[in-house]
């Protein structure tokens, strides 16, 4: 079992170092991406101050579907360019929210939330998906959590494409032909 050891006392870019060290650390050896994606939203719940959701949301069939996250039950699809997760998938850019209720056409799947932050995953030049973290209290996030997010999710993203399964979108590999 991991154990995480991060001190959240650390300045925010030093913290995030330690996020992502840790974040290979589980990664290693595992091919298994939903595996991985688990691991890596139970690591950033435990380990981030202030959240009340962490996890993925899956690009398939041209919509976002929800995947590995800690948290309330979530919204199970959202589509693209809806919402903070559509809008940063549709823009393949970032989304900092430091006020849901100021975000026009913000999508509330947990009215705890209220900022939010939303990075999207690339896999060479295909979208996989989003990750989307929430907190219950305003202006959570600054430019120190998106560029620490933004290199956890390039290292789990290399993780991913190591392991040979960022195979197309939503991480799904095409079914082999049969005969």
Not at 4 to 30: M, V
Not at 34 to 57: Q, T, V
Request: net charge negative.
């Amino acid at each position: 079992m991991h154990e995480s050891s991060i001190s959240r006392d650390l300045p925010k870019p030093q913290f995030y170092a330690e996020l992502a060290r840790e974040l290979r650390s589980l990664t290693a050896g595992e091919p298994d991406v939903i595996a991985n994606l688990a691991n890596a939203s139970a690591l950033l719940f435990h380990s981030l101050p202030d959240l009340n959701w962490a996890g993925f949301y899956l690009l398939k069939d041209g919509e976002l579907v929800v995947g590995p996250f800690q948290g309330k039950p979530a919204c199970v699809r959202i589509a693209m360019g809806k919402g903070v997760c559509g809008t940063a998938a549709a823009r393949r850019a970032t989304v900092l929210v430091p006020n849901v209720h100021e975000f026009p056409g913000h999508i509330a799947c947990d009215s705890a939330s209220n900022s939010e932050i939303v990075v999207p995953m690339i896999a060479g030049d295909e979208l996989a998906g989003v990750l989307d973290i929430d907190s219950p209290k305003l202006g959570r996030f600054d430019a120190e959590d998106q560029a620490g997010l933004e290199e956890f999710v390039a290292v789990l993203m290399a993780a991913v494409i190591r392991s040979g399964s960022a195979c197309g979108a939503g991480f799904s590999r095409p079914p082999e032909p049969s005969g």
